[in-house]
């Protein structure tokens, strides 16, 4: 079983086998604040504050297997393993620590905690007026990026977190998402075309496949060097970019008319994905006169 898994587990054992579903969304958030740099989970600004997509992708998961089980509001604990047994010595000690200090918080004591302390994450939420002051919503605004100049943005999603990407994407104030991979499937959890869109979409950034400027797979076996990379652009310079002028056109009229949007695939060094390529190409347009930046 995933290390993560176990985390997860051990929560709801150390509180008696049940948890309702967003005090275990805030419990796991502020167990990982315990745990600093070996955070099992990865957080968004969700609909209700802090959210782990990965956690929650995680329990239905277990719930097949039978371990737990899920009713209306609450997450329920079915076996009798003990998990906390099984975690490293630090974890043990941050989930104690985590019920000492969080143990007789009510739900709504801990959506406002959680508000209150780390503010970003409620940025998207859609019930912060029940929870904080018309002076404290006001002061979210600090929290969110208002950058508002014209920037084609590009980023790969390569040995980060569905989590983590969004949170860039967000930093950026990034409006669009622009999917340029062929086929937008993923073995990595997040990144195929339906979760990676729910996932946008639920933070407030449209997304948009845009399948025409991507590369087949069977041309990207065996690329082991850059300069592997550098002929397969080339081919693809010649081939892919010179038949999709009129998808680089509407790209190009979606930055102008959103501002900051990003075009995505796999990998993490530009240098070794062809966005950077389409996004040279958009900027040769007629009419482009705006930055472009990797993340």
């Known amino acids: 079983m995933f290390y993560r898994r176990k985390a997860l587990l051990s929560l709801l054992q150390i509180f008696d086998n049940q948890l309702e579903k967003l005090s275990l969304q805030k419990l796991l958030f502020l167990f990982v604040q315990i745990q600093k740099n ?3 989970y990865n957080f968004v600004p969700y609909k209700y504050g802090c959210y782990s997509f990965q956690a929650n992708a995680d329990l239905l998961t277990l719930e097949k297997y039978g371990i737990v089980y899920e009713a209306d509001t609450e997450w329920f604990r079915k076996d009798e393993c003990d998990y906390i047994a099984s975690l490293k010595k630090h974890d043990r000690q941050a989930l104690k620590l985590l019920k000492f200090q969080y143990g007789a918080r009510s739900r709504d004591e801990l959506i406002r905690l959680t508000y209150e302390k780390y503010p970003f994450y409620a940025i998207n939420s859609v019930v912060a007026e029940k929870y904080l002051s018309s002076q404290e919503i006001l002061s ?14 590009t980023i790969g999603y390569e040995g980060i977190s569905l989590e983590n990407y969004l949170c860039k994407l967000l930093r950026r ?20 075309k339906k979760q990676l869109q729910n996932a946008c979409e639920g933070v407030g950034i449209m997304y948009h496949h ?10 990207r076996q065996n690329l082991k060097t850059q300069a592997d990379y550098d002929r397969l652009f080339l081919s693809y ?10 998808i680089q056109k509407e790209i190009l009229e979606l930055l102008v008319r959103k501002k900051r949007i990003a075009l995505t695939c796999f990998e993490a060094d530009f240098c070794q994905c062809h966005r950077k390529k389409l996004a040279e190409a958009i900027a040769n347009l007629p009419g482009f006169t705006c930055q472009f930046e990797h993340i």
């Open 173 to 192: 104030n990034i409006k669009v998402l622009c999917d340029v991979r062929k086929n937008a499937f993923s073995m990595k959890y997040g990144f195929s």
């Open 38 to 40: 070996n955070a099992v």
């Open 210 to 219: 845009f399948p025409q400027v991507g590369i087949s797979s069977d041309k």
């Open 140 to 153: 979210l605004q600090k929290h969110r990026s208002h950058a508002s100049d014209t920037v084609l943005f």
């Open 237 to 246: 310079e010649r081939e892919t970019l010179v038949n999709s002028s009129d």
